[in-house]
């Protein structure tokens, strides 16, 4: 009925259209990305921080949902580009006023832009625009929802890649509310799609989402079983609103079962590395400790998000080169 | 008028019928299934050979949209679009707006639709005033106004208590109470199934026992109350087991399954296709093939269109802000005959599930050709293929999934009441 992701985000010839979601994108492809991504990592260590390569194409961060990071990160990785960036904070425009994300969309097709960053609160929101978009225009999903954060996930596995090499050993713990998040979604995508050996989540019932399973884990209720011997650690985000609505008594109570402390990561392998998307919540999901410490590398992860960002933008926008040239 | 129609294939199952015979009509009324009476002088005869002919086809649920949104259809769009499908009888649920808890609202709707001379058009009246779910309506007065039944439609009646006594307040009238089982509080603000795809599309999920729960208190309120009970739109393969063994121990229940529950599942909403979205929402393989095999065994009394047409805006949307509901007239009968030609279902299943089943729970005498029931009447091509798109729907609402596929079975005539209210070519 409606092209899968795949078909959707990849042209004929293998190349990256949009990039929406890991899930159905293949494995060369993933590692095309990284390969891309280490091409341009030395970029921002330079006095000159750009290379021309998008020079003249207008990349728009159309963000429904506030974001400082994200859209940080987007900003200077189009600028070391050389692309010029529109930054859209559509909770403040005509969005609040009523028009609809089809009118949205068609009033800033007008202004002949070359690529949307979207993130917006409604899954498949990336999905929607990627179809209704005109024929030359990439779509990069910066997170919809709770369904994807494809480039979120590429960085961390970069980050993986980088300090822990090959993926075919890695135990992998994704450690939060798995239930509520994308960026978990598009890690389990991306780690399955990789080979990694085990790909666990650990997590209280009420945050494991239905038949989770499916997409390729291990469920662990208990944090030190799900810890053991783990190559990574990987944390989420705990969210306020999750102590209300039955799903958690307390953050206090979550810090005591699920909260990665020195003493519980005792259990984990010696050289194991501990991640997170951001921002932290010390003293929820993480202890200062930890996050200071030296077995996290969430700091580099930032870093590399640039790096990342820079190689899926200049890949999808180089398969509409690509595509149009063959075309003429 | 005096009309014979020879050499169809008849099957009308109230009847037991299924043969190639012929029928004759006279004054709006069936007069004859079987020999022509001797002497019947017929002033119209449709040679029929090839074709098939059933009782018009009643829908036991179809929004017409009018009053309130007749930016989407109106009863003379969505009545004609009915004729077209071979449906003679729309039942509408009291969820327009004004809702139908006066009635004044009743009256209007079947003036509309006697004004637009296609289809029957029958409604439901509100259980609760506003269908607020706290205080119940007027059914004495709207039962006086022609409403079949009662129904709270998608609204939620939470406190039991109100719910019981809506049923007994019901039952006085004789009133059919018609339901919409579902555990508010494990429904609420969901929009697909609670399962695998849910999680893969990070959309949050109703899960199955939103059903079961909503089903198993309106069952024991049945054995407390004896009001005859409908459920509409079963979804779960548990809720009808539960329909099942309640009919077996001589509950007055009876259950209806919308056509896409059918032949869909939540593997179908894909990448978010907002045709998919429909409420309750599509289900598992397992649930699909249980639905299937409790139409087979009677138990899903009826198969209905479940008919919600939009404008096209409606479904322009990310999935979550899509409006839930696919426009099912024009195709109607066309999926119900792929799954005779499947072998799911033989054809006088088919045809008793959009028959006489729906009107056994409406409790009107049509849905069948035995002499002397009003001449509502399809006959349609069974071999005919057409492909259902923009061109061939007839509907105000283009909006469903099933946009493209090739339908084999098409109308030829519709008679209601012995006249013709719609024919594709001469017969």
């Known amino acids: 009925m409606i092209s899968t992701g795949k078909t959707l985000q990849v042209d004929a010839h293998g190349r990256l259209k949009h990039f929406l979601t890991i899930d159905g994108l293949e494995r060369e492809l993933l590692i095309n990305i990284l390969d891309t991504a280490e091409s341009f990592a030395g970029v921002g260590e330079r006095a000159v921080k750009k290379v021309p390569l998008l020079r003249g194409k207008t990349i728009v961060n159309l963000f429904f949902e506030p974001s400082t990071r994200t859209r940080t990160t987007f900003e200077l990785a189009a600028k070391r580009l ?48 990627a179809r209704h978009a005109a ?164 700091l580099r992860q930032v870093s590399y998000g640039i790096a990342i960002r820079m190689a899926v933008m200049s890949m999808a926008i180089g398969s509409h080169a690509a595509a149009e040239r063959e075309l003429s | 008028m005096r009309m014979r129609i020879s050499g169809a294939r008849v099957v009308d199952p109230a009847n037991g019928v299924n043969e190639i015979t012929d029928v004759t009509i006279f004054d709006g009324r069936v007069q004859s299934v079987g020999k022509v009476p001797d002497g019947f002088d017929a002033e119209r005869v449709l040679d029929a050979s090839g074709l098939v002919l059933i009782p018009g086809i009643v829908d036991l649920r179809a929004r017409l949209r009018e009053p309130g949104a007749e930016h989407k259809a109106t009863i003379a769009s969505e009545s004609c679009a009915a004729a077209r499908g071979g449906i003679t009888t729309l039942c509408c649920p009291p969820d327009t707006d004004p809702i139908i808890d006066t009635p004044a609202v009743a009256e209007l709707i079947h003036q509309r639709a006697t004004a637009s001379g296609h289809a029957r058009v029958e409604v439901l009246g509100a259980l609760t005033r506003n269908l607020d779910g706290r205080n119940i309506a007027e059914m004495g007065a709207l039962k006086e106004a022609g409403c ?12 039991t208590e109100v719910m019981r006594r809506a049923m007994e307040y019901a039952a006085t009238f004789g009133l059919t109470v018609f339901v919409n089982a579902e555990d508010p509080w494990l429904a609420r603000d969901r929009l697909v199934h609670d399962g695998a795809v849910g999680t893969r599309l990070g959309l949050p999920g109703i899960p199955e026992i939103a059903e079961s729960i909503g089903v198993a208190r309106e069952l024991l309120l049945v054995e407390q109350t004896g009001t005859r009970t409908h459920f509409c739109h079963l979804s779960t393969g548990p809720a009808v087991d539960m329909v099942r063994d309640a009919r077996s121990h001589g509950l007055p229940v009876s259950a209806d399954v919308a056509i896409h529950q059918l032949l869909l599942t939540e593997a179908d909403v894909g990448s978010f296709d907002g045709y998919c979205h429909v409420r309750p929402p599509l289900r598992s393989l397992d649930d699909r093939a249980r639905l299937r095999a409790g139409v087979r065994a009677g138990v899903l009394g009826s198969i209905c269109s479940d008919h919600q047409p939009h404008e096209l805006d409606a479904k322009l949307k990310p999935f979550s802000e899509t409006e839930p509901g696919i426009s099912a007239l024009d195709s109607l009968l066309a999926l119900v005959l792929g799954l005779v030609y499947d072998d799911e279902l033989t054809l006088p299943q088919a045809v008793a599930a959009l028959t006489s089943g729906p009107a056994a729970t409406l409790g009107i005498d049509r849905g069948t050709l035995s002499a002397g029931a009003a001449a509502d009447v399809c006959l349609f091509d069974p ?45």
């Open chain 1, 82 to 129: 050389s692309a010029d960036v529109l930054n859209i904070n559509a909770s403040t425009s005509s969005t609040t006023k009523g028009e609809s994300l089809l009118d949205t969309l068609r009033t800033l097709e007008a202004m002949h832009c070359d690529m949307f960053v979207v993130r917006h609160a409604q899954s498949g929101a990336a999905h929607f625009i």
């Open chain 1, 135 to 298: 024929p030359h225009i990439s779509v990069i999903n910066g997170g919809d929802g709770r369904h994807a954060h494809p480039t979120q996930a590429m960085l961390d596995m970069f980050t993986i890649r980088r300090h822990k090499g090959d993926f075919a050993s890695l135990k992998v713990a994704i450690v939060g509310d798995v239930a509520h998040s994308r960026v978990a979604r598009s890690q389990i995508h991306a780690l399955t799609t990789l080979g990694a050996a085990q790909v666990r989540i650990v997590a209280p019932r009420t945050l494991v989402p239905p038949g989770v399973e499916s997409l390729g884990v291990t469920v662990h209720q208990h944090l030190r079983a799900g810890l053991a011997g783990a190559d990574v650690v990987i944390l989420l985000r705990l969210q306020n609103e999750r102590m209300q609505g039955a799903l958690l008594p307390s953050s206090h109570e979550y810090f005591q079962y699920y909260g990665v402390t020195e003493e519980k990561l005792a259990v984990a392998d010696p050289d194991a590395i501990v991640m997170h998307p951001g921002p932290l919540n010390r003293g929820v999901e993480i202890d200062s400790d930890v996050a200071d410490g030296p077995r996290s590398v969430i």
């Open chain 2, 383 to 427: 071999e005919e293929q057409w492909v259902l798109d923009d061109a061939s729907m007839q509907s105000r609402g283009h909006n469903t999934p099933f946009k493209g596929h090739t339908c084999k079975g098409r109308v030829r005539c519709t008679l209601v009441g012995g006249r013709v209210v719609f024919e594709s070519q001469p017969v």
């Open chain 2, 148 to 159: 079949l039944g009662v129904s709270n439609a998608m609204q939620p009646v939470s406190d």
